[in-house]
C-alpha cells in the first residue's frame, strides 16, 4: 500500500522533528502551513515533507484539513490526518495496513488526549482518522469530522496496537474553539454533536447559565438520540448547577445522567462526588460502589480520567469511614493514594484512616 501522512501546521517549530521522526514510516508527509511565522516550514522542508502555504481568513478547520489532503496524490491508497504535536508509538504503518486489509475505508486506533500531573494517561480513547484516498471531506468549522462524499455511512475497522500520543504545548490558547463552535451551532443549529460541544466549551470558560441553556437545547434535538452524550450534557447541567449552588437541581441532573447512560462509569462518579460534598454518606458509597463495578472503559471521547482514576476509591472511603467500616475505608484508601501520589490530601486521608484503623483493633 502506498500510506500518505498529511496535517495543517503554524508556528510549531519545537515539535516537527520529533514529529517528522515519529511519521517517517510513511511514503510521503504533505503538511500545509497556515501562516507560520518561525522555522516551521523551513524544519518540515529540511526533513522530507512537501509543504505548501495558505492562509484562511477566518480561519476554520474544516477548509484547512480538506485543502491540506488535497495535497496527498491520488495514487495513495491510505491517508493519515495527524497534527505535529501528535506522535505514532513505532510499528502504526503495519498496524493500519492490516486494518485496510479488511475493506474498510475509514480506520480507528488509540488516541491519549493529554497525561495526568504523574505521567499515567489522562484522557484516553479511539479516533479514526485513517481514510482511503477518495470519497472523504473534513466538515464543520472546529471539532472537525470526517464526512463521506455521496452520504453513505463509511466502512469502519479499529487497528488494535495502534497508538497515537498527543504531546501538546500546554501554553497554547484554546481561544479560537469558542467562536468557532458558535460558528458551527450557527452553520447547523440541529447538529446534536455541535450543540453539546458548544453548550461543554460554554462550562470550560465559566459561562454557566449559557452552558446549562445550550446543553439543554441540544438534550431537546430530535438528533440527539446517543446516550453516551446525552449523559454527559446532563453531568456538565449537574455541574453547573452545583457551581451556581444549586445542589437540588445538581442532584436532579446527575441522576438523569445515571439513568440515561448508566453503563457508563462517569455518571455514577459525579453523583458519588456530589453525596460526598453533601455528606450523604450512603448515596456516596452506594455510587462509588457501582461505579467501580464498571471496568471496561468507554472506547468514545465521553470517558474522563477522573472517573478512572483515584476518584471512586476516594469517594468509597471517605463514606465508608464515616458509616464505620474501618476496614473498607482503609483498603480504598490505600488504593485512591496509589493512584495519586502526589495528591498530599490523599495521603492524609489514608494516615487518619490508618490510624482510627489501629485505634479500633486495639479496643
Not at 49 to 54: G, I, L, P, R
Not at 84 to 97: C, H, Q, S, T, Y
Not at 260 to 274: K, M, S, T
Not at 295 to 300: G, L
Request: aromatic share 12%; charged share 30%; glycine share 6%.
Amino acid at each position: 500500500m502506498k500510506v500518505c501522512v498529511y496535517a495543517i501546521a503554524k508556528n510549531e517549530e519545537k515539535f516537527v522533528r520529533r514529529w517528522l521522526d515519529s511519521m517517517k514510516e510513511a511514503d510521503g508527509i504533505y503538511v500545509l502551513d497556515t501562516g507560520s511565522n518561525d522555522d516551521t516550514v523551513r524544519l518540515l522542508k529540511e526533513g522530507g515533507a512537501v509543504v505548501e502555504s495558505e492562509v484562511f481568513r477566518p480561519f476554520r478547520f474544516d477548509s484547512a484539513r480538506n485543502a491540506s489532503l488535497k495535497m496527498v496524490p491520488e495514487d495513495a491508497d491510505l491517508c493519515v490526518c495527524t497534527d505535529i504535536d501528535e506522535v505514532f508509538a513505532p510499528g502504526w504503518r503495519k498496524g493500519l495496513e492490516d486494518a485496510a486489509k479488511t475493506g474498510a475505508e475509514q480506520i480507528y486506533y488509540r488516541y491519549t488526549w493529554n497525561y495526568n500531573p504523574d505521567g499515567s494517561e489522562g484522557h484516553v480513547f479511539w479516533t479514526g482518522k485513517a481514510h482511503v484516498r477518495r470519497g472523504f471531506e473534513w466538515r464543520h468549522p472546529v471539532h472537525e469530522v470526517l464526512y463521506t462524499l455521496d452520504g453513505h455511512e463509511s466502512k469502519k475497522t479499529y487497528a488494535k496496537g495502534v497508538f497515537l500520543k498527543h504531546l501538546a504545548d500546554p501554553s497554547k490558547s484554546r481561544a479560537q474553539y469558542l467562536p468557532l463552535l458558535e460558528l458551527s451551532v450557527r452553520e447547523q443549529p440541529e447538529n446534536d454533536r455541535n450543540s453539546h460541544y458548544l453548550g461543554r466549551e460554554y462550562f470550560f470558560h465559566g459561562r454557566y447559565d449559557e452552558a446549562i441553556a445550550e446543553l439543554k437545547r441540544h438534550l431537546s434535538l430530535d438528533s440527539s438520540v446517543w446516550k453516551d452524550e446525552r449523559a454527559a450534557s446532563m453531568r456538565y447541567i449537574s455541574r453547573c448547577y452545583q457551581i451556581k449552588g444549586d445542589m437540588k437541581e445538581s442532584e436532579s441532573w446527575i441522576l438523569r445522567a445515571v439513568a440515561e447512560a448508566g453503563y457508563l462509569r462517569e455518571p455514577w462518579v459525579d453523583a458519588a462526588c456530589l453525596y460526598v460534598r453533601e455528606k450523604r454518606w450512603h448515596g456516596a458509597a452506594f455510587c462509588a460502589l457501582r461505579a467501580l463495578e464498571i471496568t471496561r472503559r468507554s472506547m468514545s471521547y465521553i470517558n474522563e480520567p477522573a472517573a478512572w482514576g483515584y476518584s471512586p476509591y476516594d469517594c468509597l472511603a471517605v463514606s465508608l469511614y464515616y458509616l464505620g467500616d474501618l476496614r473498607g475505608s482503609l483498603e480504598n484508601a490505600r488504593k485512591a493514594a496509589e493512584l495519586d501520589k502526589t495528591n498530599p490530601r490523599l495521603r492524609d486521608n489514608l494516615n487518619l484512616i490508618q490510624a482510627a484503623y489501629d485505634a479500633a483493633k486495639k479496643e
